[in-house]
């Protein structure tokens, strides 16, 4: 009998979902677009580019020395991943509601290690010079505290020196900040944990 709260809630929680997801509506086929969406796209696009240009100067503004292509590819890549992952792990809003999905076994992935661990790779592909990657966690152990984030860094730098890279924050929209200025306290977590994190996911389920 106890076990009916939880399944009621759990319900709840699903019955909110699809209401969410029924509200993203799709393109009609043979439709032409109309005039105010093709603004819309446009402003999309302008906004998009503006993101990518203040994450590059942000990036550069991490040490002197960085390389502005570099810096460029870097924030291409993680903003567009970003959404790329959106699609891929079918997301629900808010991140915390797309938590309980795969808590649940409704969703396969989602949480703020597998963005760090899919980001992650992606960056790596990059082959930087300029920067290196780093793993933050934070409120580590905790089981509902606990949150996960890439962080960038100038190359030679130390951990607390970096940016967090965000995606989970913001459901997919990458949030970045400095690590010494977030509201969350992290830690380096060390190289060698970076796959057993991975490969953990089905048993110990954060934030």
Known sequence: MKAIPDLLKYAILLLIALLLSACVGGHQLGRVPSE?????DHRATEAYREKVATLQKDLIALNGQTNKVEAGQVAQTAIQYSSYLTEEYELVR??????????IGLKNRGLCH???V????????????????????????SELREHN????AAKGCQFKEGM????WRNSGQLYWILVKVDRYPWK????????VKDTKVNSVVKK
Request: no cysteine; glycine share 4%.
């Open 36 to 40: 105010n969406e093709n603004t819309e």
């Open 94 to 103: 808010p991140a915390i509601l797309h938590n309980v999905l795969v808590r």
């Open 114 to 116: 597998h963005w760090t």
């Open 118 to 141: 899919d980001l992650m790779k992606q960056l790596e592909t990059l082959d930087l010079k300029s920067y290196q990657l780093y793993w933050g966690v934070a409120h580590r152990g």
């Open 149 to 152: 984030s890439v962080v960038i």
């Open 164 to 167: 967090v890279l965000d995606p």
């Open 188 to 195: 380096e977590r060390p190289r060698n944990e970076w796959a």
